[in-house]
């Protein structure tokens, strides 16, 4: 009988994740805290990789991903207004400006310009990418960014990771079964209190000089926002028929598994900053 062939064992989920995470996260950390345009152009890079993922989801879930990314000019509106608002802020309206314009084509009932499924979809990917990803840009600029960047980052894993071990360990009422099944409100709950906690610990730990009559306000509404970001990217691959958005980040899923909960956490902070602190 001969002998076997010995070929290379097979990584599992978790040894994916873990290597993509110590390849990944002190890239991500290295550029957060030199911030400026290191920071701003790997974001970039990032919008245009996520926006692939976007693209290739909603309209050709057929062809392979890398594929997709080829095609890369056709949607690097994102990748513009993301790296573009380390310059100049009003980058944003250029973002507002194309998605209006692509909301026109898409929307109404002609199709005399081709199609109109593509530029609905390249509508909501410029407000969803390039709006949105913006703030960590506009974080990350702002006064104490850094600190405030890594707080906002950090308390969102506060929830992810509160959310999940609570949800393990007690989680028997479902919160949204049709989006997202092993979700429950007991999660929920304990990513709430996690979240909450983190963000006035991580505001002493960095010392932003914020009070917590005034912090209340961060605290509050970053929860939701994590766990509302999180249930919107799982409604939107439900709807691609998708379990992960891709598979460029192995173990991991794709670009837009990994910040469903920052686009809109972000966003807050970004607004909290600008009426409350700055």
Known sequence: MPAPTLGPVPKTNLQLRLMTAAAGLPLVALVAWIGEWPFALVLAAIAL????????????????????????????????????????????????GFAAVFAVLGYTPTNAFGPRKPFRVYCWLTLYLGLLLTTLVLVRDAENGREWFFLGLLATFAVDTGAYAVGRAIGRHKMAPRI?????WEGAAGGYVAGTAAVFALNALFDTGVGTGTLWHLAVALPPAAMIGDLFESWMKRRMGVKDASGLLPGHGGFLDRLDSVLVVFPVLYLFLQLRVL
């Open 49 to 96: 990789l996520a926006s692939a993922e976007f693209v290739h989801g909603w309209l050709i879930p057929s062809v392979p991903i890398r594929q997709v990314i080829g095609q890369g000019p056709t949607f690097a509106i994102p990748a513009v207004v993301v790296a573009g608002a380390h310059a100049d802020v009003r980058f944003l309206w250029v973002g507002i």
């Open 180 to 184: 997202s099944p092993k979700k429950t």
